[in-house]
């Protein structure tokens, strides 16, 4: 029983033409106490069927399923549609999902841990779906627009709208500005402090790259500025929540 003020959980609906993999996400479902399955399907239009006459919080889809996949299931959906957690062994239809503003891409095989951080930020916009927007009674401060890097013997402001991404080179980093490249003595740690939660991601151990200025996503790279970056194999599913958040802001 929920406790008195609780929220109610979240109902979800699991999509996956793979029984072993459906078990396991109603068995991940079942251990997490805010998240309530309310069907699960093998195929993807009984599973549409249900949807269209049964609204539903989250939808855990498969993408590489017979007849109807995934992604064009979800273009079908019923608005307001349910937030969407892809769920696929192929790596390469993250682009595709991330235009219909998914909430996040789980790649199979799909561990507990990862499926908790997808599990907890449906949560997390659930609930600003449903908060209501306060009235501000003034102006609000202004977020922080630039920083400061030691360059050439003095202290240099970066716009934060101007930087493209930043390259690491041992113990410097070099920015990548519109007009300039800006080389200073220091670590990841600092500047990633620094930079505006949400606009900025690290795709590698060597780069972090400005959203607003990915010109294309490819298999294993990006594309910023004219230049064709690397994804690290352990940054890139972290890399591709930041890019459906960044989607829906």
């Known amino acids: 029983m929920a406790a008195p003020g609780a929220s109610p959980p979240l109902t979800c609906v699991l999509l996956d033409d793979e029984p072993l993999a459906l078990d396991?996400?109603?068995d991940f479902c079942a251990q997490v106490p805010f998240l309530a399955v309310r069907g699960q399907f093998h195929e993807a239009l009984a599973g549409l069927a249900f949807l269209q006459d049964h609204p539903v919080d989250v939808v855990f889809l498969d993408i590489h399923m017979p007849r109807l996949n995934g992604v064009q299931l979800a273009q079908l959906l019923p608005?307001?549609?349910p937030l969407l957690i892809f769920t696929t062994a192929f790596d390469q239809y993250a682009v595709q999902s991330y235009t219909l503003q998914a909430a996040d891409y789980l790649i199979k095989p799909i561990a507990f841990n990862r499926f908790l951080q997808a599990a907890l930020k449906?949560?997390?916009?659930a609930a600003a779906r449903a908060a209501p927007v306060p009235a501000a009674p003034g102006l609000p401060a202004a977020a922080a627009e630039a920083m400061f890097v030691k360059h050439g013997g003095r202290l240099q402001r970066v716009a934060f709208a101007d930087l493209r991404y930043i390259e690491g080179r041992k113990e410097y980093l070099l920015l990548h500005t519109g007009t300039d490249k800006?080389?200073?003595m220091q670590s990841f740690q600092p500047i990633l402090?620094?930079?505006?939660?949400?606009?900025f991601v690290r795709i590698h151990k060597s780069f972090v790259v400005a959203?607003?200025?990915l010109e294309h996503v490819e298999r294993g790279k990006v594309q910023v500025a004219g230049q064709l970056l690397p994804i690290g194999d352990s940054y890139r599913e972290t890399f591709l929540a930041c890019l459906y958040a960044y989607q829906q802001l």
Do not use: I, K
């Open 24 to 26: 396991l996400l109603a």
């Open 79 to 81: 608005s307001p549609a």
């Open 122 to 125: 449906v949560r997390q916009l």
């Open 182 to 184: 800006l080389l200073t």
């Open 193 to 199: 402090a620094a930079l505006p939660a949400g606009q």
């Open 211 to 213: 959203l607003r200025y």
